[in-house]
Each structure stands twice: as C-alpha cells, then as structure tokens.
C-alpha cells in the first residue's frame, strides 16, 4: 500500500472482530516498530505483547472501562525506558526522549498495522500502576500507550480534521 493511502486509510477502530492476527503481521508490526527513529539511536522504550485473555481484561480495567482492548487479540503496549535514554541525553533522555522514543515507535506499528489490513486505536488514559500490574512492567519503566490490535468489527466514525490554516504558522 502506498504511504499516503495508509496514513489516509488509518482511523481509531474501537471495535474488533473475533478473529485472530496471524502471527507472521505481528512480526512485522514489532519489525517496523523496531526501525522507528529514536534519539541517538538508543531505543529508549519496550513494548510489551499481550494477547492472554486475563491480561487484556486488566487491561481494561487499568484503561477505565475501556472494553474494546479486551475485544482485540493482539494489543501492544509501549513503555518509556528513561535509563536508556539517560545514557547520553541525562535528565532530558528522561522526562522527554525515552517518552518521544515510545511514542514514534507506536505511530509505527499503527501505521505498519493499517499496512496489513488491521485496524488499531491509540489509548491514552490509563492508570499507570495498574498498566504496569496487568502486565508485569517494572517500576522502571513508564507505560505511555496501549494499542489493541484486530480486524475491524465496524467501520469506524471518521472525525474532520482541523484545516492546515488553522494549524500550520508561519515565521
């Protein structure tokens, strides 16, 4: 699929068909994650895989309610790892790069999922520390997305975009 007809094609799916993701576009999501740009190439993150039924369901629970995670096979979740950043880039590595590092990564795997015929959606809110329990993360590292991953269960509500005017400034 060509590029721009990927990032056109991608919309938040909240709703998930009861079939699985074939193993071989996993792997490719997790490759294309894996050659998204990081600061000094120093990989400041970690994703996590999940795809057990019972940790889906905490997932939920961690992400308030939010049923559509448990509904995808796959989900992702992506983490900030601050020590590896801190290695060259100290206290900015820390609260900026490792945090910038974990979200370009999954903007890849959206992207790579929409690719392969998969739809994802973005979660934002959620609690830290039960991320982290659902999943098994250590304290070391900061949970900044969860991305379920499926076949689309219906076609998401496509939102208007805001116009380049009022976004882009010149100087």
């Not at 400041?44 to 039924?53: H, L, S």
Request: glycine fraction near 6%.
């Amino acid at each position: 699929m060509d590029f721009f007809a990927v990032v056109n094609e991608r919309h938040s799916t909240r709703a998930f068909a009861d079939r699985p993701v074939e193993a071989e576009k996993v792997q490719k999501i997790l490759e294309t994650a894996n050659r998204a740009p990081s600061a000094g190439d120093l990989q400041g993150y970690e994703i996590y895989r999940v795809t057990k039924a019972e940790h889906r369901s905490a997932l939920v629970q961690a992400a308030f309610g939010q049923d559509f995670i448990a509904e995808a096979p796959v989900v992702l979740v992506f983490c900030a790892n601050p020590a590896r950043s801190a290695i060259w880039y100290e206290q900015r590595g820390v609260r900026l790069y490792s945090v910038q590092d974990a979200t370009i990564a999954c903007a890849f795997a959206m992207l790579a999922a929409t690719a392969l015929g998969l739809s994802t959606v973005w979660v934002g809110a959620f609690d830290e520390e039960a991320v982290r329990q659902a999943v098994g993360i250590p304290p070391d590292l900061t949970p900044v997305a969860i991305l379920p991953i499926g076949y689309a269960g219906k076609k998401p509500r496509i939102t208007p975009r805001r116009e380049l005017s009022e976004l882009v400034h010149e100087v």
